[in-house]
């Protein structure tokens, strides 16, 4: 399953996030979702998540998964899928963090957002939400760095 996720990794890898437009754009310059290869990477997630294959614990608003924690083989990012509807818990991003975002119904917005390649910035908190419809996101967090805040 790992390999699903490799060209959103090598997209992901050395781009500087503390700069969220400028790191879409270099993103999207790398991997763009409306390309043939983001589509197609688009369309194997939405199986994924079909088959139970991810997003298997937690409840809606939000059901999650980690597939992978940040290791040489992920290039240093751990990997989490969340199917979302709503709001998330608040957390901390401390080096940043590289979002895939997939419209599943409706015309869903995260945090603002449409489908597509969304970043926060080190060191930016917020609560995740998705409003509008449902969207399947990949989270890329260099080096696993995420902090629950409780709030």
Known sequence: ML?????????ADGVDLSDPSAAVAALTARLDPR???GRRISAELKALLADGK??????????YSRVAKAIEATR???IDTVHMD???????????EANWCIALDGDPRFDGQPEGWVVMPPGSGHVPTVSG???????LLPQGQIQFTGR
């Open 133 to 139: 419809g449902t969207m399947l996101i990949v989270y």
């Open 76 to 78: 240093h990012f751990s």
């Open 54 to 63: 991810i997003c298997d614990k937690g409840a809606p608003p939000v059901r």
């Open 86 to 96: 709503g709001p998330g818990p608040h957390h901390v991003h401390p080096l940043g």
């Open 3 to 11: 390999d699903t996720f490799q060209p959103l990794l090598a997209a």
């Open 35 to 37: 390309g043939q290869a």
